[in-house]
Nanobody
Framework: QVQLVESGGGLVQAGGSLSLSCTAS????????MGWFRQAPGKEGEFVAATTSSGSITDYSDSMKGRFAISRDNAKNTVYLHMNSLKPEDTAVYFCAAGAYISVLRNAHAIRLWGKGTLVTVSS
């Protein structure tokens, strides 16, 4: 059974950059559309970005478009989230998710495969 593991979270100053990784064990990610969600303290989960199985199509939340970039390397069984110009309001636990189609990945309730998350803290 495929398990997703996020890494790369940490503490960064506002305006800084951070890259997250999501790797899979027990299977391949190459057949899945992949995405990222985040959940800030006391708030509901929020869609961040998603990409198709090939990486040729990407989808972003409007609030993060232009600052965040999702990419994948199927040979390394890894998906990335590159985050730039970070703001304190980007502080959250970031989760990796897999789905059959990119359209599924905007709906957290439709996702069946999640990682456990990695914490990103942006200081002001």
């Amino acid at each position: 059974q495929v398990q997703l593991v996020e890494s790369g979270g940490g503490l960064v100053q506002a305006g800084g950059s951070l890259s997250l990784s999501c790797t899979a064990s027990g299977g391949t990610l190459s057949t899945y559309a992949m995405g990222w969600f985040r959940q800030a303290p006391g708030k509901e989960g929020e869609f961040v970005a998603a990409t198709t199985s090939s990486g040729s199509i990407t989808d972003y939340s409007d609030s993060m478009k232009g600052r965040f970039a999702i990419s994948r390397d199927n040979a390394k069984n890894t998906v990335y989230l590159h985050m730039n110009s970070l703001k304190p309001e980007d502080t959250a636990v970031y989760f990796c998710a897999a789905g059959a189609y990119i359209s599924v990945l905007r709906n957290a309730h439709a996702i069946r495969l999640w990682g456990k998350g990695t914490l990103v803290t942006v200081s002001s």
